[in-house]
Structure formats: C-alpha cells, structure tokens
C-alpha cells in the first residue's frame, strides 16, 4: 500500500477536516508574556494549557521507542488511540471492522459507540491466528482489522512472520496492540510501521512501565496516520501532571521489574498443573496466564473470599472454564497458591 490507498480509506469529512489550533504554536520563543489563550497568570504550577503537540515527552520516547516523533501519536491510554482509529477511518452505520476473538474488548465497545459493525472471527486451536479467515471476513467496506499479540486473554505472541504475511495482504488499516510486548521474547513490530504504511501498532505505558494511573497510551504509525489521530484528538488529551510525571517515570529502567514478572509467570504456571482442579495452563507471553479449571465460578468465588480478585472469563466465547490471573508480587503469588492450596483441600469457601 501506499499514501494514495491510505487516503482512501479515510473518512471523507477527516480528510477534509481543517484542525483546531492555538496561537501558541505560531510563538517559538522561550520566555513569553503570554495572553492569548485567557489563562491565569497566576503560578499554581498548571495554570498553563499543556504542549498539544507533546514535543518533550515524544522526544523522550523517540528515544526509547527507536523512532522518530512524527511516527509517535499519544493518547489518554491505548483506548484514546482504539476510539481514534474507527473516527479516523471509519464512517458510522456503513464501514466495518475485524477482529480476532477471543481478545480485549474495547475493539468492539469502541466498534458499538462508533456504530461500526464489527466481525469477529475466532483463533484457531490453541488460540492459533486464523490468517485465512481473517483477510476472508473483509468486504469493500472494511476498513480496520485489529490483532493483539501478546493476545489478551489467551496471553500468546503470535508468529511475527505470520503478522506481517497479513500486514501485506490486508486492504485496509492493521491495527495491532502490543501492551503485552514487554513481557515477551516475540518483541515489538513497531519498526515496522516505516515500511507498511497501513500499520498501527499500540502500546501502552499501563503495563510493563507500572503507570496505569497516568493514562498514557502509544500509537506508532506512518507520519501522515498520526497526522490524522493528531487532528482528531482532544487538543489538551495528555494533561500536564501526566506529561511530568511519565517524563519522571520514564527515567527509571523497568527491566529488572519485566523480568522478575516474566520468572514468576514461569513459577506460577509451573506450580498450576499440579492442582487437581487445574485443567489447562496455557503459555503466555503476557504478565498473566490463562487458565482452565473444572468450575471456574467456584474458584473465582473461592478467590474472592479470600481477597484475591483475579478475571473470570468463562463466559467468554472460546474460553470456557477460564480464570484470567494477573502475575503479582512474589508476595502476592505466594498468597494466590496458598488460596489454591486450601481449595485444593476443601478447607473453605466451598
Ligand atoms: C491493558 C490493555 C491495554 C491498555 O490500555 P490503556 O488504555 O493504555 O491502559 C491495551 N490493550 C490491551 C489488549 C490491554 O490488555
């Protein structure tokens, strides 16, 4: 694909859409007396609009991410970013979306506010990527297919040779969340938005980085997409506390922190299959695990009792039976087993 074909799946009324701006950006200099936008002068360190642009922090994570800045849109959270992709190239009541199933919902509670139709289609065995079926759910008036890899629930990567084969064949925009990337050896294809222009990769600093609170979601892409999610945005979507805050935060490494995770994702799912109750562990490269039990209300129940709050999601098509558990503290894993170990016996909350 080229810019050309990108265009053309834009909205027509974003692609004619002359943008929101501020005189502030027309004055460069360092020291202003500034009375163009009605502030306060008043100092209470926030009497001041934030950079809409975000030029400190883009800069920070150009740095990080290994691309340039135009290539780096910020949202209020990677659901900024989803809500974007259907209002940038999707018109309501007539354009539609794929998406694999099972997978995070807001791709289709985005879909639903947006009226977007959205088809699912289901992973294969062992949560495998249906690539055939996939581009075969696409009509002339699809535009969005988002992908999730590390996947959310199931917690598996997928193969980033068969990602970019539907990177290539797919007619419209690939989106493809990676707020898991940082917990597995699969990596990111982020770099990859240099040579496929229909490509978005999402990543999000609620993970991995530990700043859920802050709100602060990624979107990599070609210059001109980020142009359009730029456009469309809020103008004042990053607010100044978290623009100074995630800057601060940022500052310190998240390695030690990512690996300790991954070991206890190994200890965890390593001591799960000795429980009689545990049918099935699945492999993740996530910071949880999925797992199948015989009655997964009980356990969760059980869990709950015991003041674990983990994800019942039994009643999501395709996972049947399954708890969602989050990788905690080694701490906090300990309690988690030790609540295993009483349900296994049949102490309490049975
Ligand atoms: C947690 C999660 C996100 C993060 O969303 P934010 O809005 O950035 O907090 C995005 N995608 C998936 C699949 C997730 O599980």
């Given at each position: 694909?080229?810019?050309?074909?990108i265009?053309?799946?834009?909205?027509?009324?974003?692609?004619?859409?002359?943008?929101?701006s501020?005189?502030?950006?027309?004055?460069?200099?360092?020291?202003?007396?500034?009375?163009?936008?009605?502030?306060?002068?008043?100092?209470?360190?926030?009497?001041?609009?934030?950079?809409?642009?975000?030029?400190?922090?883009?800069a920070?994570?150009?740095?990080?991410?290994?691309?340039?800045?135009?290539?780096?849109f910020?949202?209020?959270?990677?659901?900024?970013?989803?809500?974007l992709c259907?209002?940038?190239?999707?018109?309501?009541?007539?354009?539609?979306?794929?998406a694999i199933?099972?997978?995070?919902?807001?791709?289709?509670?985005?879909?639903?506010?947006?009226?977007v139709?959205?088809r699912?289609?289901?992973?294969?065995?062992?949560?495998?990527l249906?690539a055939?079926?996939?581009?075969?759910?696409?009509?002339a008036?699809?535009?969005l297919?988002?992908?999730?890899?590390?996947?959310?629930?199931s917690?598996?990567?997928?193969?980033?040779?068969?990602?970019?084969?539907?990177?290539?064949?797919f007619?419209?925009?690939?989106?493809?969340?990676?707020?898991?990337?940082?917990?597995?050896?699969?990596?990111?294809?982020?770099?990859?938005?240099?040579e496929y222009?229909?490509?978005?990769?999402?990543?999000?600093?609620s993970?991995?980085?530990?700043?859920a609170?802050?709100?602060?979601?990624?979107?990599?892409?070609?210059?001109?997409?980020?142009?359009?999610?730029?456009?469309v945005?809020?103008?004042?979507?990053?607010?100044?506390?978290?623009?100074?805050?995630?800057?601060?935060?940022?500052?310190?490494?998240?390695e030690?922190?990512?690996?300790?995770?991954?070991?206890?994702?190994?200890?965890?799912?390593a001591?799960?299959?000795?429980?009689?109750?545990?049918?099935?562990?699945?492999?993740?490269?996530?910071n949880?695990?999925?797992?199948?039990?015989d009655?997964?209300?009980?356990?969760?129940?059980?869990?709950l009792?015991?003041?674990?709050?983990?994800r019942?999601?039994?009643?999501?098509?395709?996972?049947?039976?399954?708890?969602?558990?989050?990788?905690?503290?080694?701490?906090?894993?300990?309690k988690?087993?030790a609540?295993?170990?009483?349900?296994?016996?049949?102490?309490?909350?049975?």
């Amino acid at each position: 694909m080229n810019r050309q074909d990108i265009e053309a799946l834009v909205r027509p009324n974003i692609r004619a859409l002359c943008p929101y701006s501020t005189a502030r950006d027309e004055y460069q200099g360092p020291l202003g007396i500034f009375l163009d936008a009605n502030e306060s002068p008043y100092p209470t360190g926030y009497n001041r609009y934030p950079d809409p642009h975000q030029k400190t922090l883009k800069a920070q994570l150009s740095s990080i991410k290994g691309l340039p800045a135009e290539n780096i849109f910020l949202g209020n959270g990677s659901d900024e970013a989803i809500d974007l992709c259907f209002r940038v190239f999707c018109t309501p009541g007539r354009d539609n979306a794929v998406a694999i199933a099972p997978s995070y919902g807001m791709y289709a509670v985005a879909a639903d506010i947006n009226d977007v139709q959205m088809r699912s289609v289901p992973l294969g065995a062992d949560f495998g990527l249906p690539a055939e079926a996939l581009l075969a759910a696409c009509d002339a008036h699809t535009r969005l297919l988002f992908l999730c890899s590390p996947n959310n629930p199931s917690g598996n990567a997928f193969d980033p040779a068969e990602l970019e084969e539907i990177i290539r064949r797919f007619p419209g925009i690939v989106v493809l969340d990676e707020a898991y990337a940082d917990f597995s050896a699969k990596g990111s294809l982020r770099a990859k938005v240099l040579e496929y222009p229909n490509l978005i990769v999402l990543q999000t600093l609620s993970k991995a980085y530990g700043l859920a609170g802050l709100r602060l979601g990624m979107a990599f892409a070609d210059a001109y997409v980020i142009r359009l999610m730029s456009m469309v945005k809020y103008p004042y979507n990053i607010n100044q506390a978290a623009l100074d805050l995630v800057s601060q935060a940022l500052k310190q490494p998240v390695e030690a922190k990512v690996a300790e995770t991954v070991a206890q994702r190994g200890r965890v799912a390593a001591a799960l299959p000795a429980y009689g109750f545990v049918r099935r562990v699945w492999p993740s490269d996530a910071n949880f695990l999925l797992v199948q039990v015989d009655d997964a209300d009980a356990l969760y129940a059980h869990l709950l009792a015991d003041g674990i709050i983990v994800r019942n999601r039994t009643r999501v098509r395709g996972c049947a039976g399954c708890l969602r558990i989050t990788i905690g503290l080694p701490s906090e894993n300990d309690k988690l087993l030790a609540s295993l170990d009483r349900y296994e016996k049949g102490d309490i909350h049975r």
